[in-house]
Structures are given as structure tokens and as C-alpha cells.
């Protein structure tokens, strides 16, 4: 059971450094959950240290990770805040999350300001018992009243970001690619409230183990229904996010300042015209035009999925933006680019010392048959024929 907590610790800290290198079209929310899964990895990095009976090699790794577990839900806060409104707001009644921290600093301060001995007794405490080392008792709180609070305000965030996320989730509910980012978030935040119910159902069995939560100590001496659970719920959050790639772009959507004249009703045309998923028409074509320039659209494996990476825009954007302005599939987009390329060479006398199969691959194409297919299909003539029209 302990071998979770070090598989999540690993894939936590693979899946942080990733979140925090990629570009995405939202890159403020990858960067939130790249916090988060940072702090998570850490968690359970301290927790199979700790379980495993390591801590006696890495007893430097005990007191101070207090401080950024006690933040470990401000990341899960602003990160559903920056998807389900697609901007980042802080409000002064957002410092109500770092109570929690600030409870921490205290005691660890104190902790940190007493002599070595103090600090030596509480590492020999937990080495000799780890299945008791939340009974330590710092000056404020004790270990377990710190599990406790923390996860507590992990609830609270929870039932805070419950009403916009279902409010989220109706928007465009027939949006195949909008309904994985639903699922992805209903996910997300389900595990997220079962970790936080088990934790604090961990840290009451904790406190008053000998007459409340006895009966639920059953597997090991040292572990029980609750903490296998909170192990598995731990495991699941550090590697669900593999069946969710499309996190790492969000759903960016127009907000419309309320002192815009924009806000007036507007023609059912004009509201027609609008694209979604808050795409800037001008911004969109810009980048397709830079993309035309470096002609990526010539690279043999140049997809969707490379073209999204390119432009920084999540794939179905693309496909919608294409659709909407030119009646195009992203398919027919690259292969149109291709095609003009192709009949500028023919006109440059290309096929004069070069063969068509060259041709073919020069415009991205790996056979002769499917760029000779695809040229007679958008130019409604052959290549060759196309060239003998050049003499």
C-alpha cells in the first residue's frame, strides 16, 4: 500500500514539470494545476518517507512541508476559478484561505525557535511511532488539528466552487470536446471532496481513535479502511490526469466588460456572427498566417494536434475557427495551403527536372497517388496537366 504513495509522488512530480514547460491557450490554469500537483507530490512523497520507515534518513523532511500543505487548496481554488470564468480575480475575502498557512507559520516558527532537542525529540517521536506522530503537539495545534483545519478549508473551497461549476458544466453541453473538459472537472473536483472527507475522517480516527473510529482499524496495525482509502484517493488525483489531455487548454471564454457599450442588445445576426470560446477573429488569423510563412503546413506529420501545439489554441478551436470563417475542415485548410504551394512550383517550372513524386513530397504529401488525387480534387486538373497549361 505504501508503493501508491511513491508511484503518485513520481507521477505528481513528472506531471508538475510538464504542466509548468507546456504551452497551452490557458496558461495560467496549467500553471495553478502545476502548483498543485507539486504540492500534492510533495504530500505524498512525506507520507511514504514517513509510513515507510524512512524518515530516520530524511529527518530535514518532516516540519517545514506544514507550510505549503497548508496552501495545497489555493491552488485547486484559483485553478476552478480561472477555468469556470476564464479570468483570475483575487478579492480581500480570499484571505480567508490563508488562515490555515498562517496558523502553520506560527507553529513552526515556534518550533524552528525552540533548541535542537525540542525539535530532535518530535523526529524521534515519529520514527519510534509513525502510526501516532499527529499527536504531536507544536504550540497552537497539534499535528493532527493541522490535518484537520487543512482539509477542513479544502471542503469549504469545494461547496464554495460547486454552484459555478455546475452552472460551467451547462454551457455548451453539446460541445463533444467542451464535455471532456466537464468530465475532466467533475472528475477532478469529486476525488479532490472524497480526499478531503477521508482526510478529515483521518484526522478525527487520529484524535479519538480509542472510542470513535476503533472499528475502522482494520487493515494492518498501522493503517485502516480510511488511510487505505485516502491512499487510493491520492493515487487517482496524481494519475487521472492521462485519460484528460485537453486540461492543459481550458475553455476561454468572452468576458464583456459591463461598461462596454457592447453590453446593448445586439442583432440576432451580429450574435450569430460571434464565434465562441471568446476567439479573437483578427488574433486567430494572425497566428494561421505566421503558421502560413514558416510553412509548417509542408512538415509530412503536420496534424491537428501539431498545429494546436503551434498556435497555443486547443485543437477544437482550430476546427471551429476554420469551419466558421472559410466552411474548411482543418484537413481541407492544410491540403488548400499545400495545393497553392504546389501549383507555385509548377509555375516555377519545378517539374522540369523534377519528378512528380518529388513534388509530392515537397508539399508534405508521403505518396504520388494521394497528392495527385488531392491536386486534381482542389485544382480540378492533374499536375502534369496543370504544368502543360505553364508552356
Known amino acids: 500500500m505504501i508503493l501508491i504513495l511513491l508511484i503518485a509522488a513520481i507521477f505528481g512530480f513528472v506531471l508538475s514539470t510538464t504542466l509548468f514547460l507546456k504551452r497551452s491557450t490557458n496558461t495560467l490554469a496549467t500553471r495553478i494545476l502545476g502548483g498543485f500537483y507539486f504540492l500534492l507530490s510533495l504530500y505524498a512523497l512525506q507520507a511514504y518517507i514517513i509510513d515507510g ?34 479570468r483570475l480575480n483575487f478579492k480581500i475575502t480570499d484571505l480567508i484561505l490563508f488562515i490555515p498557512f498562517l496558523l502553520g507559520v506560527i507553529d513552526v516558527s515556534y518550533v524552528y525557535l525552540q533548541p535542537v532537542s525540542f525539535y530532535n525529540d518530535i523526529i524521534s517521536h515519529t520514527i519510534s511511532s509513525p502510526e501516532r506522530r499527529l499527536e504531536v503537539d507544536y504550540w497552537l495545534l497539534t499535528l493532527d488539528q493541522h490535518l484537520l483545519i487543512r482539509h477542513v478549508w479544502q471542503l469549504g473551497v469545494l461547496v464554495v466552487l460547486l454552484p459555478q461549476l455546475i452552472t460551467f458544466i451547462k454551457k455548451d453541453k453539446n460541445d463533444e470536446l467542451k464535455s471532456i473538459l466537464n468530465k475532466w472537472l467533475v472528475t477532478f473536483w469529486s476525488i479532490l471532496m472524497i480526499m478531503a472527507l477521508l482526510a478529515i475522517l483521518y484526522a478525527l480516527e487520529k484524535m479519538f481513535e480509542e472510542n470513535l473510529f476503533h472499528s475502522l ?24 490526469p492521462i485519460y484528460f489531455p485537453t486540461i492543459l487548454y481550458g475553455y476561454p471564454q468572452k468576458v464583456i466588460p459591463a461598461s462596454s457599450p457592447e453590453v ?87 517539374l522540369e527536372s523534377n519528378t512528380i513524386e518529388a513534388l509530392a513530397s515537397e508539399c508534405g504529401f508521403t505518396s504520388r497517388t494521394s497528392f495527385s488525387k488531392t491536386f486534381k480534387t482542389l485544382v480540378e486538373v492533374s499536375p502534369s496537366e496543370y504544368a502543360a497549361t505553364m508552356n
Open 53 to 86: 520507515g524512512y524518515l530516520e534518513h530524511f529527518t530535514w523532511f518532516f516540519l517545514w512541508p506544514l507550510l505549503p500543505y497548508h496552501l495545497i487548496f489555493v491552488p485547486i481554488y484559483y485553478y476552478f476559478q480561472v477555468i469556470l470564468t476564464d
Open 264 to 350: 446593448a442588445v445586439k442583432d440576432p445576426k451580429e450574435q450569430d456572427d460571434e464565434l465562441k470560446f471568446g476567439l479573437d477573429e483578427q488574433e486567430v488569423k494572425s497566428k494561421l498566417m505566421g503558421l502560413k510563412d514558416r510553412k509548417l503546413y509542408l512538415n509530412q506529420n503536420f496534424n491537428l494536434t501539431e498545429c494546436a501545439r503551434e498556435l497555443e489554441m486547443p485543437s477544437h478551436h482550430i476546427s471551429y475557427f476554420l469551419k466558421k470563417q472559410y466552411g474548411l475542415s482543418f484537413a481541407s485548410y492544410k491540403n488548400s495551403l499545400r495545393m497553392e504551394h504546389a501549383k507555385q512550383l509548377i509555375e516555377n517550372g519545378y
Open 217 to 240: 482499524l482494520v487493515i494492518g496495525k498501522n493503517g485502516g479502511i480510511i488511510t487505505f482509502f485516502l491512499y487510493i484517493a491520492l493515487f487517482l488525483i496524481g494519475v487521472i
